[in-house]
């Protein structure tokens, strides 16, 4: 074989090996599969819902606005009228415990500080105590009283899309219900 012959087919071997990146780079972008929900989630009927209040940052703003109980009574009606869970008055009771609190933890937005309000959902094993699932959504900040209850229901309905999700929608997180 001449040393052009050989050129050539090196040539066509690197421009081959170079088409075929991508392809392999496909194969190893696919989709990590999903690891299943606790089943506790799905399975579960009765739940106790846990105010874990608000924040020492929060707690001047609530009392001028909905009182430092808003995310849990929000929240408490948003799950009742759901009606997919049976709300029950003591953790002792139930399946699952629904834990909500609300923080404006510090962040950092460029160069500036700022609060970051959010709501914070963990889901308990009732009987366990483990922390089976966690969502936390911001809630847009506002300076009149109206706009602020408008962003934060919004928060609060937020939440409860992501448990709706979670427990209702084939494929989500690997959800044993659906598979």
């Known amino acids: 074989m001449t040393p052009m012959i050989k050129r050539g087919i090196s040539c066509i071997a690197f421009v081959t090996a170079l ?5 392999l780079n496909a194969q190893q ?5 999903s690891a299943p929900v606790p089943v506790g989630i799905i399975t579960g009927k009765r739940v106790f819902i846990s105010n874990a209040g608000v924040d020492g940052t929060s707690l001047a703003a609530f009392k ?4 430092a109980n808003q ?16 709300l029950v008055g003591a953790p002792a009771d139930a399946d699952l ?13 460029g160069n500036v500080n700022t609060y970051g309000p959010e709501l914070e959902l963990a889901i308990l094993d ?10 936390t959504e911001p809630v847009e ?4 009283k109206a706009t602020w209850n408008k962003n934060f229901s919004q928060g609060v309905g937020s939440l409860m899309a992501d448990v709706k999700k979670l427990v209702t929608e084939p494929g989500i997180g690997g959800n044993p219900a659906s598979n």
């Open 141 to 144: 900040g506002a300076v009149l």
């Open 71 to 86: 995310p849990y009574n929000e929240f408490y009606a948003a799950v009742k009228n759901w009606g997919r869970y049976e």
């Open 19 to 23: 088409a075929a990146i991508p392809a």
């Open 126 to 135: 009732s009987k366990t105590h483990f922390r089976l699932w966690t969502f």
């Open 97 to 109: 415990v629904f834990e909500i609190r609300f923080a404006a933890p510090l962040v950092a937005v």
């Open 64 to 67: 001028k606005t909905g009182g």
């Open 29 to 33: 972008n696919k989709a990590t599969p």
